[in-house]
């Protein structure tokens, strides 16, 4: 009995800490509900959000658009975003930037730095001499990074969903190309942290698409692999990628759908862009011919008119998409000159033969990459803008030799819809259909180190080892931990990207350093002397590659191992905890727990990694987590404990070959002993102590030198935010005085028309309107005149002042205007009462319900209505129009809601009321009708019911009987649907009837 009331017990701890975790997860849910995606792409974004009742749904800008171009106009005090700077790039290109995320984590000696240059000469570039990276210089005070402007980018992502959600927002999903870098994704996480967005992941826009298609399409996928090609053209790049849909069986949730990159293809510079460059391009030299003989500037040099030719060939190619010719014409584009000139779909073609030549390259790559034939693809699938011109879809078609291409997915919003999906999925807000994701590596990362080995006695030479951490399309995120087992001293290892060759020779010099991180370790030499009696288990090097294809060392652990004694302990109340957890829950240590701790050194097998036959002494050990959906696959693993004691985790696997012995000690001591006790065999006394592997953890100090690119500083970063903060503010700042500002203006605007009405005339003197007129004048000339340079709080206080001198004027017009209809309420609810009340007198003493008091109450409160609505009017009369009225509005409200609440109240008892009991004669007995007596008597009295003879025997009244209703042929009064109905109906039953009825019979 004992025992099962400690069971109980813990039982009872263990729901009290369930019940804790959750109310926590609640707590950290009040604070957001709304997560967002920003799909960035190079000339415009999408942003999507998920929030309760709003599921999966695209943003409108405030032009009320779906898409919003990514484009930001930087002044000295102001700042455009969207089409609004997309409007002032003509009037001012230096100060309007675009295209920036071709300089993420580029540096300066970067050819795509050189290409931007050309590009967009205009932009005068600078160089920070620390990082080498790039900054746009748009005045001698203005200066800003790529990461700033990206981060400025984000931030009015950030207020557009907001708005949009009409709550805060702060977590949010990003796409990124897929061909992206350590170096450039580190500098997009740079950009959201300057704008204040948790990033929940970055996504590869390639692996959105393919979940928006999967998601859409969950009931198509089965068993049976599906490989589908997607081929985005965007308007900086170009991606093709090879997708696998099945269904899988997961630990968590069964049989699943699962979507696996296998295949990649990009080119960082065929897009839409370069198509649109060679267009402005071509126009630039017509318009120069047609200005050959009047010795004219080239209009190359002019920036503002290179930024409309850019925005004419944007539009030319749109139309050439669906026209075979469309004339090309800007008014004024020079020198007010106009330009016009026809431009033809074949034209066009030739201008960007080169282009289209290189279409089928990303196609090539992502075949090979996936170990693929064409033959293999279902189905090739058109995704971005660029994809629309007929002559990508030609080429396209011949390349993959299919019937036709797939147009089934909206090519523009797609990539949006699966990060939001996601953004959902990693939410703690939403509960979603899992969708396993299985992202592919494109860039392979490995470890290299160099050691001394002798080769021959006292001949010692330096060995240079490299091992493949993680290889060209392996799946992620995972984990994986390498094992250095011939260091006993402080020693470096290198990471640094594998194999390239796959890259032409110009993709590599755009790619950049291809070394990442130096590590150097401290403290090997120190924990070696620290367990001098452990055997070691070598140097223990954890990698991770997270959701966001970045990639971490999480630490670094010498190990060693050494046999002790078994002796029984008692458990401590964290294992019993644990132990009463698995219990609760299916109970026992299953192969699946031990699957699911990969956290632990013990728990990971050690498997030789690629390249690692001939050293096997360093290791690479990879933690199976496949199958499983990302969310959980991606979460860290908890931090190992240190010190004297074996961890936790180990403790758990240990236990899987010592609990049995454990277990059957006192059975196995029992049987052997005997009836007397004796003490068992010598043999018996190994299986008492058997010895058990001890494991101490220690964690080595790392020092960490980043080759690519080097990070922010944490004082640069903290700045960058203070700036873009400030910039914020400013402009917030400025939305609150230009509203000011308009509100004046439109107050003054309104109140100067609203004099000459012939309502505002009729409430107002002369002498008043001249007053208020030559305020309003001189409101407004001090607006034209200084109000370019009033502050916010100077704008309110005119306007308030305006507002307490017409306040007067406009109150008597507002009260005449109400008075038509609160009178006419008022009357209609004075005559309805008194109707009511007649009619309450009227009902015979033995069913009146009201008491003389109520009634007499009613009767005063209908008399003073009417009393003070006369002498009030009468009041009224006598008053100028000009004068404060004393016939106010809200005191006829106030009559109203009195009287009302008086005839509601005896409606009310009315509805409420039961019935009385109906005396026969003056000594309440019952007797029954006589048999002569006539029909018209007993008709007077009551009806019989329907079935029965009118002979029938009287019964007593039931005791509670609710009715809902009268029958036609009822003498009584029936007032407002009052105790008229029920008392008649009740007065039916109780009259012929042989026998009482039941409640549950009505």
């Not at 984000?154 to 061909?179: G, H, M």
């Not at 999925?425 to 592919?440: E, M, T």
């Not at 080769?455 to 330096?462: A, F, I, M, T």
Request: proline share 6%; hydrophobic share 35%; with cysteine.
């Amino acid at each position: 009995m004992a025992a099962i009331v400690r069971r109980q017990r813990q039982r009872r701890r263990v729901c009290w800490a369930l019940v804790a975790v959750l109310l926590a997860d609640l707590l950290a849910l009040s604070d957001t509900l709304a997560v967002m995606s920003v799909d960035l792409g190079s000339e415009s974004m999408k942003v999507a959000i998920v929030k309760p009742g709003v599921p999966m749904e695209i943003v409108l800008n405030k032009e009320s658009r779906r898409k919003t171009p990514v484009i930001v106009t930087l002044k000295e005090n102001e700042r455009f975003f969207g089409d609004s700077a997309a409007s002032m790039a003509i009037k001012n290109p230096k100060a309007t930037l675009r295209y920036f995320q071709h300089l993420l984590g580029k540096q300066a000696d970067n050819p795509h730095v050189a290409l931007y240059q050309a590009r967009f000469p205009e932009h005068e570039l600078t160089f920070d001499p620390q990082r080498q990276t790039v900054h746009f210089q748009i005045s001698p005070q203005l200066q800003f990074s790529p990461e700033e402007v990206l981060g400025m980018i984000l931030n009015y992502s950030r207020s557009l969903a907001e708005d949009f959600a009409e709550q805060p927002i702060k977590d949010a999903v990003i796409t990124v190309p897929v061909f992206f870098n350590q170096a450039e994704r580190r500098a997009v996480l740079h950009a959201a942290r300057m704008a204040g967005l948790k990033v929940l992941q970055l996504i590869n826009d390639n692996t959105a698409t393919a979940l928006s298609y999967g998601v859409f399409r969950r009931k198509d996928i089965n068993t049976t692999a599906q490989n589908i090609m997607f081929y985005d053209m965007g308007s900086g790049s170009t991606v093709c990628t090879i997708v696998t849909y099945q269904t899988v069986k997961t630990k968590e949730a069964g049989m699943q759908p699962q979507l696996q990159i296998r295949g990649v293809g990009f080119d960082r510079t065929l897009g839409g862009l370069e198509m649109e460059l060679r267009l402005r391009e071509h126009l630039a030299g017509l318009f120069n011919e047609q200005r050959k003989g009047q010795r004219g500037k080239d209009v190359r040099e002019n920036p503002r008119a290179m930024a409309k030719l850019l925005r004419e060939a944007n539009r030319l190619k749109t139309v050439l998409s669906a026209n075979a010719d469309h004339m090309a014409q800007i008014e004024g584009l020079m020198d007010d000159v106009d330009f016009k000139a026809k431009v033809t779909r074949v034209e066009f073609e030739e201008l960007c033969a080169d282009l289209f030549e290189r279409v089928p390259g990303p196609v090539q790559q992502a075949l090979q990459s996936a170990e693929m034939s064409l033959d293999e693809i279902e189905q090739v699938i058109l995704v971005g803008g660029a994809t629309r011109v007929p002559k990508v879809q030609e080429v396209l078609l011949k390349a993959v030799g299919k019937e036709e291409l797939g147009k089934n997915i909206n090519a523009d919003e797609a990539a949006a819809m699966g990060a939001v999906y996601q953004a959902a999925v990693l939410s703690k807000a939403f509960k979603v259909k899992p969708f396993v994701v299985r992202d592919a590596v494109v860039y392979p990362i490995l470890v290299e180190f160099t050691r001394e080995v002798e080769e021959e006695p006292g001949v010692h030479s330096l060995k240079h080892n490299k091992r493949v951490l993680f290889s060209r399309m392996g799946p992620y995120p995972q984990r994986k931990v390498i094992t250095f087992n011939r260091y006993s001293h402080d020693f470096n290892f290198h990471i640094n990207y594998g194999d390239l060759g796959f890259l032409g020779p110009e993709d590599l010099r755009v790619f950049g350093s291809q070394n990442l991180t130096t590590v150097k370790l401290k403290g090997v030499g120190d924990s070696f002397k620290k367990y001098t009696d452990y055997e070691s288990k070598g140097i223990k090097a954890h990698f991770n590659l997270d959701e966001s294809g970045v990639l971490s060392l999480d630490r670094v652990e010498s190990v060693f191992e050494t046999l002790v004694e078994d002796s029984p302990e008692e458990e401590s109340t964290l294992t019993k905890l644990g132990n009463t957890i698995s219990s609760l829950f299916g109970g026992g240590t299953t192969p699946d727990a031990k699957e699911n701790g990969t956290d632990t050194v013990q728990e990971e097998e050690e498997s030789p990694a690629e390249g690692s036959k001939d050293e096997p002494g360093e290791q690479v050990e990879l933690k199976e987590e496949a199958e499983a959906p990302v969310k959980d696959a991606s979460q860290p693993p908890p931090p190992e404990p240190k010190g004297d004691a074996a961890p936790e985790g180990e403790k758990a696997t240990e236990k899987e070959n010592g609990d049995k012995s454990e277990a059957q000690k006192p059975s196995e001591k029992a049987e052997a002993a005997g009836p007397e006790g004796i003490p068992p065999a010598p043999e018996g006394e190994k299986k008492q102590k058997p010895a058990k592997k001890q494991r101490m953890v220690e964690e080595i100090r790392v020092e960490l030198v980043v080759l690519d690119l080097p990070d922010l500083p944490e004082d640069k970063l903290a700045r960058s935010v203070q700036k873009l903060q400030d910039l914020t503010l400013r402009d917030l700042e400025k939305q609150e005085r230009e509203k000011a500002a308009n509100s004046l203006e439109a107050f003054i605007f309104e109140t100067q028309d609203k004099m000459y009405q012939p309502e505002y005339k009729e409430v107002s003197t002369e002498e008043q309107r001249e007053e208020i007129s030559g305020k309003l004048s001189a409101t407004s000339t001090w607006l034209e005149d200084e109000g370019f340079g009033a502050t916010t709080a100077m704008l309110k206080e005119k306007l308030a002042e305006l507002r307490k001198l017409c306040q007067g004027l406009f109150f008597r017009v507002e009260e005449r205007k109400k008075w038509p209809e609160r009178l006419s309420a008022l009357d209609n609810l004075l005559n309805h009462s008194s109707m009511f009340l007649k009619g309450a007198r009227l009902i015979p003493e033995m069913d009146q319900i009201f008491t003389e008091v109520e009634m007499t109450t009613l009767e005063k409160v209908i008399n003073e209505t009417w009393a003070w609505k006369n002498a009030t009017l009468a009041e009224q009369a006598k008053l100028p129009a000009t004068e404060k009225p004393v016939l106010l509005s809200k005191d006829i409200e106030a009559k109203m809601m009195a009287l009302d609440r008086e005839v509601q109240y005896l409606l009310n008892k009315a509805k409420f009321t039961k019935p009385r009991p109906r005396p026969k004669d003056k000594n309440e007995t019952r007797a029954e009708p006589p048999l002569n007596a006539s029909a018209s008597d007993q008709e007077e009295k009551v009806i019989p019911p329907a079935g029965q003879t009118e002979d029938a025997e009287p019964i007593s009244e039931p005791e509670k009987v609710e009715t809902a209703g009268s029958e036609p042929g009822d003498t009584e009064p029936l007032e407002l649907g009052g105790p008229g109905a029920a008392e008649s109906e009740q007065r039916e039953q109780s009259t012929g009837q042989k026998r009482p009825l039941k409640n549950d019979e009505l």
